[in-house]
């Protein structure tokens, strides 16, 4: 059976580094994993959103769901949260039967260094009208 997946990004899409983008991708291969195991989705989508100092990492399915009670954690969700926690984050699970489950894990984003932030907001093009030098090919 074939499975729909999407992606979508919300909000100013920031660098993420190497760790965070390490536990990014574990958690979502579990939500995967337990989508495909235990719900039979027909869809799952996957959203990043940015906020200004946090962003949250969403995994949808339209599955089969389950009652969520903490006697009925699994070693993959478990394992989802101890990860989320090595990012400073928290993770969310939001499922009822017959309705799908949603994952998220929502992160500090660390502070962009001074020479990116200044990529981010120099006013180039503004600059090199102003001192007459021609915009590049």
Request: glycine fraction near 10%; hydrophobic fraction near 35%.
């Amino acid at each position: 059976e074939n499975i729909r997946v999407y992606k979508e990004e919300q909000g100013t899409v920031r660098p993420l580094n190497l760790r965070i983008r390490t536990v990014l991708f574990h958690i979502g291969q579990e939500g995967i994993s337990n989508a495909i195991t235990h719900g039979q989705p027909t869809t799952i989508t996957f959203t990043m959103r940015y906020e200004k100092r946090s962003a949250t990492l969403m995994i949808v399915d339209d599955g089969r769901g389950f009652d969520v009670t903490p006697d009925k954690e699994g070693f993959g969700i478990r394992g989802m949260r101890r990860r989320a926690r090595e990012i400073g984050g928290t993770l969310e699970v939001l499922s009822a039967p017959d309705v799908g489950t949603r994952v998220g894990v929502t992160f500090p984003l660390p502070r962009l260094d001074l020479a990116y932030r200044l990529t981010l907001h120099w006013p180039i093009p503004r600059w090199r009208r102003a001192n007459g030098i021609p915009e590049p090919e």
